[in-house]
């Protein structure tokens, strides 16, 4: 004889507990957990069993949503299975509902409607529930329901059908565009919008945010003595003026013309004034937004003062009798014009302060003064001095020293670049074999040449050019030779004479790199070396120009990469300093850095 929790009930022993035998568990007794975890048509899914809510999103499977099997044109055999999460990904169904609150505790009204927002997702059949906000209801508003599984399917919704979540009732009475189309298109039909319930049940506090009828009694009856007496305060005038003008303001465009002072202006202002405190704000409009000119702050009475700027109290008389348009306001003794208002005010102006459409009208405000003329510009240089010099005794009547860079004087203060330069053809038979040395001072971008000695000439060097600044046009301060125009390879004038830099010092070389010269960039050099030796032919020009044997000097390598590609002088040097970091200079050196084979 067997009994509860698994054991068996011998005749001999007494049935009672503790006096119970087990049946022996089997050894090969297998008790696996169920697989809840699968695959279908591709998509993880999870068969978990729900066994205290009823299956909301169909009978055969809890995670899909399909629609009632009547209603379909396509049978679910024949359809692809589709989880819920990808059919109905970013899908929100929104009801307006409303719900009746019994208060117990208020005699004057018993119970009250409310309104309510039902929101239900069918990707996994859950609800939520909020109550839209209104401002000064004194309801704790917003989430009533959060978001969660109740047991709901689609079934259940429909316009005049009533839920129970959370042991309240919800009246359906209509639906957004969107949840109807998603109806419409599964063949079900919501019905009509229906009403909400009328008053007295409809507000109280809530349906009436700004409105002080509060069935007060009045002042001079027994009742209102006898609320005074058990505690209940009076309600002052300022709490009436708040409930009555809440969210109320008024605002005005001004102006302030300045331009009486030195450097003033013509300043565009907002004024607001708010009803519910009688409180003014002046805020400033601005290309980059609008600046408080005046925090808001009580308007005041007569007599009444606000401290300015200057530490003075001045009388800030300001009430709705005297705003309107085209009027001037006195704020911290400056006239303030009201220029226009914005539709609001216009429609308050008319209704409490019996504007016409006369009155209403903006005012126009003078144009602004016509914008100073530019300066002319300087006359040409006479070739005397430097440009910056001469420019001075245009500009002031007292000439003075030009300024320097003072940031330029600092961080390059001692920098001379050096280049070995001759004359640019055309050149005569004379003046071929002559040889400079240009040095560029990068403090004030500078330069000065020399001649050197020659070695067969004889005699001593001499000075070629005097440090001075050089233009590309002579006497325009705009063409200025900078540190950028200078380089190997490149053609300078100077003193009506054609420079071309044939070569530069390590230490020129070295601080154009580490500048960032355009001319000195190794990643500029490879690229545009790459794109000339895309063409066969050329590299095989290339190792039939280059030797097989020895080390390439800068010279040579200059001579075979610019004359059969767009290389530069100083990116050949460049790209020779590269190599010479590795080791030797060879051809094959040259082919493994350009990732050619040797032959």
């Known amino acids: 004889m067997s009994c509860e929790g698994g054991g068996i009930a011998h005749s001999g022993i007494p049935f009672l507990p503790g006096y119970?035998?087990?049946?022996?568990?089997?050894?090969?007794?297998?008790?696996?957990?169920?697989?809840?975890?699968?695959?279908?048509?591709?998509?993880a899914v999870a068969d978990v069993p729900v066994a205290s809510l009823k299956p909301a999103?169909?009978?055969?499977?809890?995670?899909?949503?399909?629609?009632?099997?009547?209603?379909?044109?396509?049978?679910?055999?024949?359809?692809?299975?589709?989880?819920?999460?990808?059919?109905?990904?970013?899908?929100?169904?929104?009801?307006?509902?409303?719900?009746?609150?019994?208060l117990p505790g208020i005699l004057d009204e018993g119970e009250r409607i409310r309104k309510a927002v039902v929101s239900f997702w069918p990707e996994d059949c859950s609800l939520a529930i909020a109550e839209p906000r209104l401002p000064n209801s004194g309801l704790m508003q917003g989430t009533l329901v959060a978001r969660h599984r109740c047991g709901l399917g689609l079934e259940d919704f429909s316009i005049g059908s009533t839920i129970c979540v959370r042991k309240t009732q919800y009246h359906l009475c209509s639906a957004d565009t969107y949840t109807r189309t998603f109806f419409s298109d599964r063949g079900l039909h919501l019905g009509e919008d229906l009403a909400l319930p009328e008053a007295p049940t409809d507000g109280g506090a809530v349906s009436r945010p700004g409105s002080t009828d509060r069935r007060e009694a009045p002042a001079e009856s027994p009742t209102r003595y006898a609320e005074v007496a058990l505690g209940k305060a009076a309600p002052s005038r300022h709490t009436q003026q708040f409930l009555k003008f809440s969210n109320q303001v008024l605002r005005f465009f001004a102006v302030w013309n300045d331009t009486g002072r030195l450097c003033g202006d013509v300043h565009r202002l907002q004024l607001r004034y708010y009803l519910e405190d009688d409180t003014v704000e002046i805020v400033e409009e601005g290309e980059a937004g609008n600046h408080v000119f005046l925090r808001r702050t009580p308007a005041g009475s007569k007599g009444e003062g606000v401290a300015c700027l200057g530490g003075a109290l001045l009388p800030l008389s300001l009430t709705t009798q005297d705003l309107g348009i085209g009027r001037k306001v006195v704020v911290h003794g400056r006239p303030i014009l009201l220029r226009d208002a914005d539709a609001y005010t216009k429609t308050w102006l008319k209704e409490h302060a019996g504007a016409s459409e006369a009155d209403l009208q903006p005012v126009r405000l003078p144009s602004p003064p016509p914008a100073k003329p530019l300066p002319p510009p300087p006359p040409p240089h006479n070739r005397i001095g430097d440009p910056e010099?001469?420019?001075?005794?245009?500009?002031?009547?007292?000439?003075?020293?030009?300024?320097?860079?003072?940031?330029?004087?600092?961080?390059?203060?001692?920098?001379?670049?050096?280049?070995?330069?001759?004359?640019?053809?055309p050149v005569s038979e004379i003046d071929e074999p002559r040889r400079f040395v240009i040095s560029f001072f990068a403090a004030d971008d500078t330069l000065s040449v020399f001649e050197p000695p020659a070695a067969a000439a004889g005699g001593a060097g001499s000075k070629f050019l005097e440090r001075t600044r050089a233009y590309w046009v002579p006497g325009q301060t705009a063409t200025l030779i900078s540190e950028k125009d200078i380089w190997v390879g490149a053609v300078i004038p100077l003193a009506g004479r054609r420079f071309e830099l044939l070569a530069a010092d390590d230490f020129t070389l070295q601080h154009m790199e580490l500048a960032a010269h355009p001319m000195a960039r190794l990643g500029d050099a490879l690229t545009t070396l790459g794109q000339a030796l895309s063409d066969g032919k050329l590299v095989q020009q290339l190792r039939a120009a280059l030797p097989l044997h020895g080390v390439l000097s800068v010279e040579e390598l200059a001579g075979v990469l610019t004359q059969r590609t767009s290389l530069t002088r100083h990116q050949v040097f460049t790209l020779h300093r590269h190599l010479a970091r590795r080791g030797p200079v060879t051809t094959a050196a040259l082919l493994e850095a350009l990732l050619l084979p040797p032959s």
């Open 57 to 102: 999103c169909g009978p055969a499977d809890p995670v899909a949503f399909p629609a009632a099997p009547s209603r379909i044109e396509l049978s679910q055999a024949t359809r692809p299975f589709v989880p819920a999460f990808v059919q109905y990904e970013h899908c929100v169904l929104r009801f307006l509902a409303w719900f009746k609150e019994v």
């Open 20 to 43: 119970t035998v087990r049946e022996p568990v089997p050894l090969d007794a297998r008790y696996p957990r169920t697989q809840t975890l699968s695959f279908k048509n591709g998509y």
């Open 389 to 425: 010099d001469s420019l001075q005794s245009c500009l002031r009547l007292v000439p003075t020293p030009p300024k320097r860079d003072q940031y330029k004087l600092m961080n390059s203060g001692g920098i001379i670049l050096r280049f070995q330069a001759c004359f640019a053809p």
